[in-house]
């Protein structure tokens, strides 16, 4: 999986954070998604839209291997067809009422959907295919994913790459932009990394928040007076 913003691939959220059979949301550029795991322990990322009356998928909840819509129960297979209307439980649903999946990997500990039409699985990056992560946390921020990609030293171009920082050692930033002035940062650990680099990592992320909200407010008074 690439770091660099060409390949159309965004990370969603830490692998830790979707347990088996829950369903969450996330958003990608304003766009809403739908992001779950099966009993399998498949990770699926649709539109956060059910094709019957629109609620939100995300609500919903997973159920004999698919995921059901949490208004009138329909449920969709793991190809986003619906397979069951509880209203007409002897109706072979037709094959075009269906969810829209997105391409979807996990890799490094996160979750990552591709919002270009082929998905094709970008060239790996091997300074992060060199380790093995543990998730830290993951925070949202009210700053441009731009910003806050300076803040936390990430190479021109990249959205996620593996770090080496003096105290909190070895990590894997990686960022998410939800719209535009916010974003999610995700922050993994070298798998070798003790606790107090843990508790060191989550407390550079809260500082690398703080800062790029403090930064993003005053550029937006300057705007307002100016
Ligand atoms: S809106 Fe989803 S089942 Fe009706």
Redesign the pocket.
């Known amino acids: 999986m690439s770091g660099t913003c060409d390949g159309g691939w965004y990370p969603l959220m830490l692998s830790a954070d979707l347990e088996l059979g829950t369903v969450a949301g996330s958003t990608v550029l304003g766009r809403d998604l739908a992001v779950w795991r099966d009993g399998e322990g498949q990770a699926h990322v649709w539109d956060d839209r059910?094709?019957?009356?629109?609620?939100r998928?995300s609500l919903g909840f997973v159920r004999e291997g698919a995921l059901a819509?949490?208004?009138?129960?329909?449920r969709f297979g793991v190809d986003g067809r619906c397979v069951h209307i509880p209203a007409h439980p002897d109706l072979s649903p037709p094959g075009t009422i269906r969810a829209a999946p997105l391409p979807v990997a996990e890799c490094h500990g996160l979750v990552w959907a591709s919002v270009e039409e082929d998905g094709s699985l970008p060239e790996g990056d091997p300074a992060m295919d060199a380790a093995a992560w543990v998730p830290v946390r993951s925070l949202r921020i009210e700053a441009p994913w731009q910003d806050v990609a300076r803040a936390v030293g990430m190479p021109d171009g990249h959205r996620a790459a593996a770090l080496d920082r003096d105290v909190e050692g070895r990590v894997l930033a990686a960022l998410l932009p939800v719209r535009e002035g916010a974003c999610m940062l995700h922050l993994l650990a070298a798998a070798s990394a003790g606790v107090e680099r843990l508790h060191d990592l989550a407390d550079w992320g809260q500082d690398v928040r703080a800062r790029a909200e403090e930064r993003a407010g005053q550029v937006f008074l300057a705007g307002v007076v100016a």
Do not use: A, Q
């Open positions: 059910c094709p019957h009356r629109g609620m998928l819509c949490l208004y009138h129960g329909w």
